[in-house]
């Protein structure tokens, strides 16, 4: 449950590392990471967005809020409701942003909302073009209810971290004012990994800690974890050459184009 790492005194570096030892905790429940924190058990940790707010008003706590990365509502497009453009488009116009930070973080001290460059730091040269869309839960509802009307399923399973059923709830309750039934799965961090694998999901909340390649190139990539379990060779040539470019000029291109294809297929929503 521990991971000790000790200074090498034969460091090629002189006067390098400056730490004598460092003992990493495996502590896989968020919530624990805070108490544990906070009670001064350990001394930085990776903190979830629902434990920002509590960490940024204690006197003794210095908060560092990372450039890249993000939290995701992943549709598998692989089941037949999630394989209708109709239910993902609805899906995309269901949420206010600003509503969906205040909901996660408790406010919008930490965070204003703009989704539009995750997993990317804001003004990087790699965010799409792609805008985000605005809520319109009356066009949502009447592009669920067409699909309905055609003899599909509303229903879908929502896959999601133990400490993140707050933020599920909301979600779910959004997804239900457009007319889609979502079921509440909870599961610990083994079951979430084993889901996103198997595309044992009809929706997934699945997070980031960073951007570019290789962490969201093998989130997105068919050769990847492939979130949403997609098939789409548009996505996938540019995922390639974001990999493979040899500038950073055309890699940035690439992102891009990635950034506006998912946008575009509509089955990756950053919260």
Not at 64 to 77: D, E, F, K, W, Y
Not at 179 to 208: F, K, M, N
Not at 209 to 222: E, K
């Amino acid at each position: 449950d521990t991971l000790t790492l000790v200074r090498n005194p034969d460091y090629w570096r002189e006067g390098l590392p400056h730490l004598d030892e460092v003992i990493y905790r495996i502590l896989p429940n968020t919530q624990a990471r805070a108490d544990a924190l906070l009670s001064g058990g350990i001394d930085i940790a990776t903190i979830a967005a629902t434990n920002w707010t509590q960490m940024a008003a204690a006197p003794s706590m210095k908060l560092h809020l990372s450039p890249t990365g993000g939290q995701a509502l992943i549709v598998n497009v692989s089941t037949p409701t999630g394989k209708d453009e109709r239910v993902r488009e609805a899906i995309s116009l269901a949420f206010d942003s600003e509503r969906t930070a205040r909901i996660i973080f408790g406010g919008l001290d930490h965070w204003d909302g703009d989704t539009s460059c995750i997993p990317f730091p804001t003004g990087s040269p790699a965010c799409g073009d792609t805008a985000q869309p605005e809520q319109d839960v009356e066009k949502a509802s009447e592009l669920i209810a067409d699909f309905i009307a055609d003899g599909g399923d509303p229903k879908l399973t929502m896959v999601f971290g133990q400490s993140l059923a707050d933020q599920a709830g909301y979600f779910q309750q959004e997804l239900a004012a457009i007319g889609l039934e979502v079921e509440l799965r909870s599961v610990d961090i083994t079951g979430l990994t084993e889901a996103q694998s198997s595309g044992d999901y009809g929706i997934l909340v699945a997070s980031t800690a960073s951007a570019g390649y290789p962490t969201v190139w093998n989130r997105l990539s068919a050769s990847g974890t492939n979130w949403g379990k997609t098939d789409f060779p548009e996505l996938e040539a540019a995922l390639l050459e974001a990999r493979d470019a040899l500038t950073i000029e055309e890699r940035n291109a690439a992102w891009r184009t990635v950034s506006d294809t998912v946008a575009s297929e509509r089955y990756l929503y950053w919260m």
